[in-house]
C-alpha cells in the first residue's frame, strides 16, 4: 500500500490571512499546496487520493483521507477542569501524577493537550511540559493551536502557551533520553475499548497514530521517569496489572489511572 500524502489548501474564499497560513503550513510539513478551484476538500482529498490540511480564517483544519470529519485545536476539556481546580475541588490525573512546582513533565501521547495544560498549571512557569504527537499532521494542528488559539480565559492561554509539542512516536523519543530526564512520564494510549460517549474524541481518533502499550514503552518510561508513570486506561484494561501500575478505581468512571512509583 502506497503512503498517503499531505496537500495544504485555503477556505473556500481564502483572503491574505489564509493564503499566508497555508504558506506556512506548506512550509512546516514540507507538503505542496493545491489551491481550491471551487472544489469541496472532500473532492480534492478523492482526486489527489491525499490528507488535506486547510488554512483558514481562524484555525487550521486537517482531514485525513478518508474521513469526513475535520480534526482542529480546541482546549476540549481542560478550560472547565482548570476551574475545578483552581476552586480546589479534586481532579483525578492530578491526584494520580502528584506534580509540584517546577516539576518536568513528558506527555507521551498529547491528543488535544488538556491534560497537559492542567499540568503546565501546577508546575508553573519553572517547570516543563514536553507533549509528543506520532503523526505529523495531528502535531502541527496542536503546536499551532496552542501558540495561536484565542482566548481570554486565564490561566487557560497561559497554560496552553507553555507547551512543548514535539512530533514523534512515544518510544523513539523515550529512547533519545537519558536516564530521570522528567519527573513524571504520563501515557494514554487509545483505549483497547471505545467509549461510546467520548464522540468529542472521534476526529482525534480517526487521524491520529494507535498504538497500544508495550514492554518496550513501560520499561523505557520507567528508566525516563524520576519520581512515576503514570498511566490513563479503560477500567477494565489488562495493563495496569500486567505493569503493576497501583490502579485509581474511581466508581462509574469508564476510564481509571494507574501509577508506577520509581
Given at each position: 500500500?502506497?503512503?498517503?500524502?499531505?496537500?495544504?489548501?485555503?477556505?473556500?474564499?481564502?483572503?491574505?490571512?489564509?493564503?499566508?497560513?497555508?504558506?506556512?503550513?506548506?512550509?512546516?510539513?514540507?507538503?505542496?499546496?493545491?489551491?481550491?478551484?471551487?472544489?469541496?476538500v472532500?473532492?480534492?482529498?478523492?482526486?489527489?487520493?491525499?490528507?488535506?490540511?486547510?488554512?483558514?480564517?481562524?484555525?487550521?483544519?486537517y482531514?485525513?483521507?478518508?474521513?469526513?470529519?475535520?480534526?482542529f485545536?480546541?482546549?476540549?476539556?481542560?478550560?472547565?477542569?482548570?476551574?475545578?481546580?483552581a476552586?480546589?475541588?479534586?481532579?483525578?490525573?492530578?491526584?494520580?501524577?502528584?506534580?509540584?512546582?517546577?516539576?518536568?513533565?513528558?506527555?507521551?501521547?498529547l491528543?488535544?493537550?488538556?491534560?497537559?495544560?492542567?499540568?503546565?498549571?501546577?508546575?508553573?512557569?519553572?517547570?516543563?511540559?514536553?507533549?509528543?504527537?506520532?503523526?505529523?499532521?495531528?502535531?502541527?494542528?496542536?503546536?499551532?493551536?496552542?501558540?495561536?488559539?484565542?482566548?481570554?480565559?486565564?490561566?487557560?492561554?497561559?497554560?496552553?502557551r507553555?507547551?512543548?509539542?514535539?512530533?514523534?512516536?512515544?518510544?523513539?523519543?523515550?529512547?533519545?533520553?537519558?536516564?530521570?530526564?522528567?519527573?513524571?512520564?504520563?501515557?494514554?494510549?487509545?483505549?483497547?475499548?471505545?467509549?461510546?460517549?467520548?464522540?468529542?474524541f472521534?476526529?482525534?481518533?480517526?487521524?491520529?497514530?494507535?498504538?497500544?502499550?508495550?514492554?518496550?514503552?513501560?520499561?523505557?518510561?520507567?528508566?525516563?521517569?524520576?519520581?512515576?508513570?503514570?498511566?490513563?486506561a479503560?477500567?477494565?484494561?489488562?495493563?495496569?496489572?500486567?505493569?503493576?501500575?497501583?490502579?485509581?478505581?474511581?466508581?462509574?468512571?469508564?476510564?481509571?489511572?494507574?501509577?508506577?512509583?520509581?
Amino acid at each position: 500500500m502506497r503512503a498517503i500524502n499531505t496537500i495544504v489548501t485555503t477556505a473556500g474564499r481564502p483572503d491574505d490571512e489564509s493564503t499566508v497560513l497555508a504558506a506556512f503550513a506548506c512550509q512546516k510539513l514540507n507538503a505542496p499546496f493545491e489551491s481550491r478551484k471551487k472544489r469541496s476538500v472532500r473532492k480534492i482529498s478523492q482526486e489527489l487520493q491525499a490528507n488535506v490540511v486547510v488554512a483558514g480564517k481562524n484555525r487550521y483544519e486537517y482531514y485525513a483521507f478518508g474521513v469526513q470529519e475535520p480534526f482542529f485545536f480546541h482546549p476540549n476539556s481542560a478550560a472547565f477542569r482548570l476551574k475545578r481546580v483552581a476552586r480546589g475541588e479534586a481532579e483525578p490525573f492530578l491526584q494520580a501524577a502528584q506534580l509540584q512546582p517546577g516539576d518536568a513533565v513528558l506527555d507521551c501521547t498529547l491528543g488535544l493537550a488538556a491534560d497537559a495544560m492542567l499540568a503546565a498549571y501546577i508546575v508553573g512557569e519553572t517547570g516543563r511540559i514536553i507533549g509528543l504527537e506520532a503523526n505529523p499532521n495531528v502535531a502541527f494542528i496542536v503546536e499551532q493551536g496552542t501558540q495561536s488559539y484565542d482566548t481570554t480565559e486565564l490561566p487557560l492561554t497561559a497554560c496552553m502557551r507553555q507547551i512543548e509539542v514535539v512530533q514523534s512516536e512515544a518510544v523513539h523519543y523515550l529512547k533519545t533520553l537519558p536516564d530521570n530526564s522528567f519527573d513524571v512520564v504520563y501515557m494514554d494510549p487509545m483505549f483497547e475499548e471505545i467509549i461510546e460517549e467520548a464522540n468529542n474524541f472521534q476526529a482525534l481518533r480517526l487521524a491520529g497514530e494507535h498504538v497500544g502499550l508495550t514492554d518496550e514503552w513501560v520499561h523505557e518510561a520507567k528508566r525516563v521517569a524520576r519520581k512515576r508513570v503514570v498511566l490513563k486506561a479503560h477500567f477494565r484494561s489488562e495493563w495496569f496489572a500486567k505493569y503493576h501500575f497501583r490502579q485509581y478505581e474511581r466508581g462509574t468512571a469508564k476510564f481509571h489511572y494507574g501509577v508506577l512509583e520509581v
